[in-house]
T-cell receptor, first 111, second 114 residues
Framework: SQQGEEDPQALSIQEGENATMNCSYK?????LQWYRQNSGRGLVHLIL?????REKHSGRLRVTLDTSKKSSSLLITASRAADTASYFC???????????FGPGTRLSVLP | ETGVTQSPTHLIKTRGQQVTLRCSSQ?????VSWYQQALGQGPQFIFQ???????GRGNFPPRFSGLQFPNYSSELNVNALELDDSALYLC?????????????FGSGTRLTVV
């Protein structure tokens, strides 16, 4: 089954800096989503981007999608300590019925 | 509008026992998906229910089973518990089946098998 793979596995930055996380996947997709998870709790939906879209914004978040490279990136601008969490990309499975999650990037924003 | 509610929040079971986890979907959502998340890993898809029917299943053995009720709430049942079943179990609801919808996740049930 296709699966997104986030990179890096862990990222540590200072408050105010930008954080960039990448996701690569193996086969063609229809949709890609990014989620955040705080301390092993439930996941929070951030952005859904469709295969015919190249970029989406939501507040301090920017997601890009490059289907030719089978990759996506999540940019968090002007990071805050509250952004400390694990971030996951999820790609639709081979049947387009459900999402397959990658192992995640653990982001630490230091005050 | 209420979100997704899961119960219980924590559970300790003995190997070989059976467990039932419950999920109330967000108002207006007719689809529920269940995920297992081991420590330090991404969520793994168990199965999805759409309008009371199973609508896709991941690579989990038959001792993992589920139900969806007319009000779209759902249960996950695991029989013959094994130590490796220890994980965070996440329920997510969505407006429809298919990967074009964003999921609303509950806070999860932390299952420990001893």
């Amino acid at each position: 089954s296709q699966q997104g793979e986030e990179d890096p596995q862990a990222l540590s930055i200072q408050e105010g800096e930008n954080a960039t996380m990448n996701c690569s996947y193996k086969t063609s997709i229809n949709n890609l989503q990014w989620y955040r998870q705080n301390s092993g709790r439930g996941l929070v939906h951030l952005i859904l981007i469709r295969s015919n879209e190249r970029e989406k914004h939501s507040g301090r978040l920017r997601v890009t999608l490059d289907t030719s490279k089978k990759s996506s990136s999540l940019l968090i601008t002007a990071s805050r300590a509250a952004d400390t969490a694990s971030y996951f990309c999820a790609t639709d499975d081979n049947y387009g019925q459900n999402f397959v999650f990658g192992p995640g990037t653990r982001l630490s924003v230091l005050p | 509008e209420t979100g997704v509610t899961q119960s219980p929040t924590h559970l300790i079971k003995t190997r070989g026992q059976q467990v039932t986890l419950r999920c109330s979907s967000q108002s207006g959502h007719n689809t529920v998906s269940w995920y297992q998340q081991a420590l330090g890993q991404g969520p793994q898809f168990i199965f999805q229910y759409y309008r009371e029917e199973e609508n896709g299943r991941g690579n989990f053995p038959p001792r993992f089973s589920g139900l969806q009720f007319p009000n779209y709430s759902s249960e996950l049942n695991v029989n013959a518990l094994e130590l490796d079943d220890s994980a965070l179990y996440l329920c997510a609801s969505s407006l429809g089946s298919g990967a074009g919808y964003g999921y609303t996740f509950g806070s999860g049930t932390r299952l420990t098998v001893v």
